[in-house]
């Protein structure tokens, strides 16, 4: 494959892997460490307790593992549940249905409820399942919080309520990867029993780190779980923390380092203003979406998503030729439709450690494309609407104040 040059920089706006900010790019260019010396331990605890706050919770048990979502799907799965356990999951889009494929895959009996792509999860037809499970053959809800694929964000405390009301004891598994440290999320208040992300999503990370938080039922259920599972196993991982040594196996020296610097600029902007962040972000992007006369592809706003806009393009325009179009002419990275949605919609990826004239340089460039392909847009239009919204609500940078 060639090699391609572009001046200046890729603007990146993909849902994932996002940008890493130099703070992080910087703590990670270092030697490799010896990892059973005193210093990688004293700063895997740090770590460990500094993983909880993102996940808010208290009473978790997190696990930083070298993987991906993929394999932090896995992890959560294979300690909990056994080959033939019922589980409900539900199939909104493309990253719920590559979880639902893993469910399969490990031998679980999956109950998929199934929703158009651009809704939510239906947590009408989940009440039907719970009510009507008395005895409690359900093992498990899983539910990816944040879509990635359609831009629809379900809603867990409602999850959690329903499983209170029936009186259920299903464990509750979350993929947060595309929500943890961006959107409002909360373990223990929504009895999230294990919950997962991974580093290149809202963290800003390089790929290659999967963070697994389990609940202490989550924990008691590992110990009868009977799924196959050897690198993943939370056993050795809770023997080598008794030991005080934390790691099974070789970490990244490099990542544990960025991971550290990572947390301190999240909580250095406070973890809520990180999140009014996100949200600010996306309203701002959703205001540029209308004055395009585009569509949202989620549905209904109590889905929409604070860290990926999913556009409708009309049917005349194929949505993969505005990603194509926005990298060859300017330098501009927007997520491709996926699956069922594929060429009909493309993502503007809007998480992680970004902050507004950033956000903005993608809008613009986002029109330009929207021109070059033939739809009527008045340039300046999605950018006006966006400003004027950054303008009003932007706050000062408290440390500059
Ligand atoms: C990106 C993503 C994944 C997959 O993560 P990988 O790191 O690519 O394995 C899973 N779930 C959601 C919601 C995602 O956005």
């Known amino acids: 494959m060639d090699y391609f040059y572009g001046p200046g920089r890729n603007h990146l706006f993909v849902p994932g892997p996002v940008n890493i900010p130099e703070q992080v790019i910087r703590a990670m260019n270092r030697n490799n460490e010896d990892y059973r010396s005193p210093a990688v331990p004293a700063l895997t605890k740090t770590l460990l307790e500094d993983v909880k706050k993102i996940f808010k919770t208290i009473s ?3 696990f930083i593992i070298p993987t991906t979502g993929t394999g932090a799907w896995e992890s959560a799965l ?6 033939g356990d019922r589980i409900v ?9 590559l979880w639902i494929d893993q469910q399969q895959r490990l031998n679980f009996n999956v109950d998929v409820i199934e929703s158009d792509w651009g809704q939510g999860a239906n947590l009408e037809v989940l009440a039907s399942k719970l009510a009507a499970d008395t005895a409690h053959s359900i093992k498990a809800i899983c539910i990816v919080h944040n879509e990635t694929a359609t831009g629809v964000t379900n809603n867990l405390a409602a999850v959690r309520k329903l499983l209170d009301h029936y009186q259920h004891p299903a464990l509750f598994l979350v993929d947060g990867v595309s929500s943890i440290c961006a959107l409002d999320f909360r373990m223990d208040e929504w009895g999230v029993d294990v919950a997962l992300t991974g580093s290149q999503k809202a963290l800003s990370m390089p790929t290659g780190m999967g963070i697994v938080c389990a609940s ?3 924990l008691e259920a590992s110990q009868t779980a009977k ?3 050897v690198f993943f196993d939370w056993k050795d991982y809770l023997k080598f923390y008794k030991m005080g040594t934390y790691w099974p196996y ?3 020296i490099q990542l544990l380092y960025g991971l550290r610097t990572a947390l301190d600029l999240i909580f250095e902007e406070g973890l809520d203003n990180v999140i009014a962040r996100h949200s600010r972000l996306a309203k701002a992007t959703r205001l540029a979406v209308e004055a395009w006369g585009l569509k949202n592809c989620t549905q209904k706003e109590e889905w929409y998503s604070d860290t990926v806009t999913a556009v409708l393009v009309p049917p005349y325009i194929d949505s993969s030729e505005i990603v194509r179009r926005g990298w060859k002419r300017y330098n501009l990275s927007l997520g491709l439709g996926l699956n069922k949605v594929a060429g009909k919609v493309f993502r503007i990826g809007h998480l992680g450690n970004l902050n507004e004239l ?7 460039g986002v029109e330009m494309v929207l021109k070059d392909v033939g739809y009527p847009v008045k340039l300046g239009s999605g950018v006006g609407a966006a400003c004027a919204y950054l303008q009003d609500t932007t706050p000062m940078i408290p440390s500059r104040i």
């Open 216 to 218: 202490p039922k989550a």
């Open 227 to 229: 799924s196959v599972r």
């Open 250 to 252: 070789t970490p990244s």
């Open 60 to 62: 978790g048990t997190p």
């Open 89 to 97: 999951s539900f199939l909104i889009g493309q990253f719920s249905l």
């Open 78 to 83: 294979t300690n909990t549940l056994s080959p």
């Open 358 to 364: 950033q956000l903005l340089s993608c809008l613009a």
